[in-house]
């Protein structure tokens, strides 16, 4: 069994960077794909970013490239995301995942383990 917690979250203004951890317990996730993703209110939750176990793969939404970027310290077993440029339509509640075993993993219904998310809010 994998827990993950989320922190980082918070209210700021277009333009500012803002960093997101998620640190796991329970299990090393060395061996994991760890992601992101986020549910604005009213839409589904959509794919942000992902890092295949060992960094072998770096995956991102269009949507965030160039602005965002996911990374990983197995040795506190915890996986980051960076968010640079921030703009209002960012403004949702985001989630860390993990799974098993490395790959493209995109879709919500891929990744077993989920944290309670962090609201990250950026207004205008």
């Known amino acids: 069994q994998v827990h993950l917690v989320e922190s980082g979250g918070g209210l700021v203004q277009a333009g500012a960077s803002l960093r997101l951890s998620c640190a796991a317990s329970?299990?090393?996730?060395?061996?994991?794909?760890l992601g992101w993703f986020r549910q604005a209110p009213g839409k589904e939750r959509e794919f942000v970013a992902a890092n295949s176990w060992a960094g072998t793969g770096t995956y991102y939404a269009d949507s965030v490239k160039g602005r965002f970027t996911i990374s990983r310290d197995n040795a506190k077993n915890t996986v980051y995301l960076q968010m640079n440029s921030l703009k209002p339509e960012d403004t949702a509640i985001y989630y860390c995942a993990a799974r098993s075993g490395y790959g493209a993993y995109r879709r919500a219904e891929e990744y077993g383990y989920w944290g309670q998310g962090t609201q990250v809010t950026v207004s205008s």
């Open positions: 329970g299990r090393t996730v060395n061996s994991y794909t």
